[in-house]
């Protein structure tokens, strides 16, 4: 852009000390002006100048942050108001854009690093039925306000689900209109980045929901933006072949269009740098790298995935980058020989798994040796999202796991068992523990949009919050005596399918811990091989009487290891487990 020398630099809205700067892609545009209220809606007074590239300039003196404005493209006769497709802020869906300083936001020398993967635990939550007041949707200043009850908790990252502006007033966030602003109803940029800074302050840290296997569908300014398509389809943001067809809709954007690749790569970078993010979870790769599922790949979406994972490593070394691609293919979690390179991926065989084995009505039904297989199999167990809920799992009619197991009573003996014994399973597990909200209060409503957290349930089954809480720091190691649980060993000491139990240990070069679990209706006597000889300490023990009335506080206890081999294992010892329940042991 030589002849341009004087134009700032940057897309979108760039504020300055003199005004506005407005820069826009419209190839096809015929001519494209600013209208705002700075100049009464107007389309003679700024119009813009058509630089290299197909972009198109302005810079209006005199426009602030806080400002609303759109562009107005003429293509032939026809006139299109569109909201500017990098715009921070909205009105809405269907609104104007808001001029935005990126960098005016006071974040008090915000400088949090990401707690090792390792030591991570997760909790997804949807910031619009997190907490609701007066029944109105939630907004950031509710999930704010929960920070420290997060914190209590023992979470070190929670994970919001999209938060770019959506179509309507309740949704998902899987439906993005506005890629790059903050959902207005949620409170908009500033009180996102609020919340981020104050998460960093309570140690918490915030992984953010992207989707870029589709936009829209609806409320779509990006739909054939300037006024050019080819079959009836999106235009420039867009494939406009049957490249573009998903199961939301005919808008895959185009990842062969350098501007288009270049729109993702900026989103993805915004939320990183801009917003302080800590991490972003890509939803469904599977339909960014393939066009119709397994056997239809779409190279350059396998290509868009490794630029933005290495650009984003590269830039932001701290930074977890989740996949949820629900296909197990270990090309997702690695960056050799065409791999996509994220750190790790939503794994759902696991879920399954352990929902199966929670879920039967009968105890013969449970298969410890599919548990076995969930626990062990992954080379890199920091390579996976371990889960027994997420907001996929829970929803569309799909159940909570309490509801699951006792449809009649979710409240009851056996879902308060077994859920809790799926939730001390997947925080145990090798791999990046997940919940999902409410779960830790064992909610038992089906996860929508509409309908909000039944927080007296928080209070009401306080004991299972404290029990959650337990197993999130036993995990974290917070205490200096479960190091184990942190490790990336994993091996199976004790198998029996008849009297359902399972024994493992999980160990790193200097720590181990030993995990008990009872998935039977009767206490069991379970004698498993141990790593070493020698006193080792309960540290945990899902039938406590604490964690609810109706547990039956099974006298499990500390244990003896003798020094005699069992299986692989040097020494062995008995293990007292209550039923459907889990125990830790460590060395005292």
């Avoid at 008090?108 to 707690?115: I, M, N, Q, S, Y």
């Avoid at 030993?514 to 004698?527: K, Y």
Wanted: proline letters at 5%; a negative charge; one cysteine or more.
């Amino acid at each position: 852009m030589s002849e341009h020398v004087h134009h700032r630099p940057g897309l979108g809205a760039i504020p300055h000390e003199g005004g506005t700067a407005f820069r826009v892609w419209a190839p096809h545009a015929d001519g494209v002006a600013v209208i705002g209220g700075f100049n009464g809606w107007s389309g003679d007074r700024h119009p813009m100048v058509r630089e290299d590239g197909g972009h198109w300039y302005a810079d209006v003196e005199g426009v602030r942050h806080g400002d609303e404005y759109q562009f107005l493209i003429r293509n032939g006769d026809t006139h299109l108001h569109r909201i500017d497709p990098r715009a921070r802020a909205v009105t809405n869906s269907v609104g104007n854009g808001i001029v935005y300083d990126r960098g005016a936001f006071d974040w008090h020398g915000d400088a949090f690093v990401l707690p090792p993967h390792h030591e991570l635990v997760i909790y997804e939550t949807h910031i619009g039925s997190f907490v609701s007041e007066n029944g109105d949707r939630g907004h950031l200043g509710g999930l704010l306000g929960k920070l420290g009850y997060l914190r209590e908790l023992g979470i070190n990252a929670v994970e919001l689900m999209p938060v770019a502006e959506f179509a309507g007033d309740y949704s998902w966030g899987y439906n993005p209109a506005d890629p790059f602003a903050v959902e207005s109803g949620y409170g908009g940029p500033d009180l996102l980045k609020t919340f981020v800074r104050e998460a960093h302050k309570s140690g918490i840290a915030v992984i953010v929901d992207v989707v870029y296997n589709h936009f829209g569908p609806s409320d779509l300014a990006l739909w054939q933006f300037d006024g050019w398509s080819e079959n009836d389809k999106g235009g420039i943001y867009f494939y406009n072949d049957d490249r573009a067809s998903t199961p939301w809709g005919d808008t895959r954007p185009d990842y062969g269009r350098p501007e288009v690749r270049e729109y993702i790569h900026d989103n993805a970078l915004m939320w990183v740098e801009e917003f302080h993010v800590d991490g972003l979870r890509f939803d469904a790769t599977l339909y960014i790298r393939t066009i119709d599922g397994p056997g239809t790949d779409l190279p350059e979406g396998w290509e868009l995935m490794r630029s933005l994972t290495s650009t984003i490593h590269e830039r932001h070394p701290g930074t977890i980058l989740i996949a949820e691609d629900l296909q197990g293919d270990p090309a997702i979690t690695t960056a050799e020989d065409g791999g996509a390179g994220f750190d790790a991926q939503w794994d759902s065989g696991f879920v399954r798994s352990i929902r199966d084995m929670l879920s039967a009505v009968d105890d013969g039904e449970r298969s410890m040796g599919a548990l076995a297989e969930a626990l062990v199999g992954h080379e890199d167990p920091l390579s996976r999202i371990v889960y027994t809920e997420s907001h996929d799992e829970v929803a569309n009619g799909k159940l909570r796991v309490p509801h699951e197991i006792d449809g009649d009573d979710p409240s009851g003996w056996h879902a308060q068992k077994r859920a809790t014994l799926g939730m001390a399973i997947a925080l145990t597990a090798p791999g990046i523990p997940m919940l999902f909200q409410g779960q830790e209060f064992l909610e038992d409503e089906w996860f929508r949009d509409t309908v909000p957290l039944d927080w007296e349930r928080a209070e009401a089954f306080r004991d299972i919050v404290r029990l959650t809480r337990d197993l999130i720091l036993l995990r974290r190691n917070l205490g200096g005596d479960s190091a184990g649980l942190t490790g990336h060993g994993c091996t199976v000491l004790h198998l029996d399918d008849e009297a359902k139990t399972l024994a493992w240990s999980r160990w790193n070069e200097e720590a181990v811990a030993v995990v008990v679990v009872n998935a039977s209706a009767e206490p069991r006597e379970v004698t498993t091989g141990i790593p070493a000889a020698g006193d080792w300490r309960l540290r945990f023990n899902s039938d406590a009487g604490t964690y609810s009335a109706l547990f039956g506080d099974h006298p499990s206890a500390d244990v003896e290891a003798v020094d005699e081999p069992l299986g692989d294992q040097p020494a062995q010892g008995t293990v007292s487990v209550g039923p459907y329940s889990l125990v830790v042991l460590t060395p005292a």
